[in-house]
C-alpha cells in the first residue's frame, strides 16, 4: 500500500514569504506528526495530532508556525515569514494511533525547504 | 526532559563485520524504542520497535534489545554488508501516542 507521502519535494523561498507543506498519511493512521532536521541538529519534534486535534503542539519554535488537519487525513503546515534558520527538512509521520498495543511511526520522505 | 545519546557518531567496517551501534536515553519511563535507518537526502525507514515490556526484537541481520531499567539499547548488525550503509538513528517515545525523541544518529558506512 502506499506509504506517507509529502509535498512539495523541495521548495525555496525568499526571506519573508508564507510556505505550506503538505502531508498525505497512510490510510487509516489516525496519528500524524510532524518533525524537523536542521544541518548539524537532530530530528526535533513539532506538533501530533489525533484525528484533527493537536493536543501536543509544544515543539513549535515559534507563533509564525501553525499547522492544522482536516477530514482525519491531510495536513498542512504553514510556516509565515520564513526565516533563513527555518531552513531545514521537514519530516511527516503517521501511525495507528495510541489505542495500538504497539504501533511504529512511519516517515514520509521529507520536504527540504531552503530559505534565501 | 528525555534525552536520547547514541555512540559512535560514526563508525566504518569492512564487509562481513559483525557491529554494535549504542543508544542511551535518561528517563528510564518509556513506552518504546525504534530504530530508523537513514539514506542521505530520503526520510526514515523503520527497522525495529521494542515495547517496553521486551527486551528483544530481530528482524533478519538485525538484533535490536532495550534494558529499561539502566535507559540502553544496542542494535546488533550482523555479517554487515555495503548497502547497510546509512545513518542509524534510535529514538524513544515516552508515552503512548506522543512524540518520539531522537538521538543524533551513528553514520554507519561499510567498506567492501
Known amino acids: 500500500g502506499a506509504g506517507v507521502s509529502q509535498s512539495p519535494s523541495n521548495k525555496v523561498t525568499e526571506k519573508g514569504k508564507d510556505v505550506e507543506l503538505r502531508c498525505d498519511p497512510i490510510?487509516?493512521?489516525?496519528?500524524l506528526y510532524w518533525y524537523r532536521q536542521s544541518l548539524g541538529q537532530g530530528l526535533e519534534f513539532l506538533i501530533y495530532?489525533?484525528?484533527?486535534?493537536?493536543?501536543?503542539k509544544s515543539g513549535l519554535p515559534s507563533d509564525r508556525f501553525s499547522a492544522e488537519r482536516t477530514g482525519g487525513s491531510v495536513s498542512t503546515l504553514t510556516i509565515q515569514r520564513t526565516q533563513q534558520e527555518d531552513s531545514a527538512v521537514y519530516l511527516c509521520?503517521?501511525?495507528?494511533?495510541?489505542?495500538?498495543?504497539?504501533?511504529?511511526?512511519?516517515f514520509g520522505p521529507g520536504t527540504r525547504l531552503t530559505v534565501t | 526532559k528525555q534525552e536520547v545519546t547514541q555512540i559512535p557518531a560514526a563508525l566504518s567496517v569492512p564487509e562481513g563485520e559483525n557491529l554494535v551501534l549504542n543508544c542511551s536515553f535518561t528517563?528510564?519511563?518509556?513506552?518504546?524504542l525504534q530504530w530508523f535507518r537513514q539514506d542521505p537526502g530520503k526520510g526514515l525507514t523503520s527497522l525495529l520497535l521494542?515495547?517496553?515490556?521486551?527486551r528483544e526484537q530481530t528482524s533478519g541481520r538485525l538484533n535490536a534489545s532495550l534494558d529499561k531499567s539502566s535507559g540502553r539499547s544496542t542494535l546488533y548488525i550482523a555479517a554487515s554488508q555495503p548497502g547497510d550503509s546509512a545513518t542509524y538513528l534510535c529514538?524513544?517515545?515516552?508515552?503512548?501516542?506522543?512524540?518520539?525523541?531522537f538521538g543524533e544518529g551513528t553514520q554507519l558506512t561499510v567498506n567492501p
Open positions: 509521520a503517521s501511525s495507528l494511533g495510541p489505542w495500538a498495543v504497539a504501533y511504529e511511526q512511519y
Open positions: 490510510s487509516g493512521h489516525t496519528a
Open positions: 495530532f489525533q484525528g484533527n486535534s493537536a493536543p501536543d
Open positions: 528517563d528510564s519511563a518509556i513506552y518504546n
Open positions: 521494542i515495547q517496553s515490556s521486551q
Open positions: 529514538a524513544v517515545e515516552e508515552t503512548s501516542g506522543s512524540r518520539l525523541t
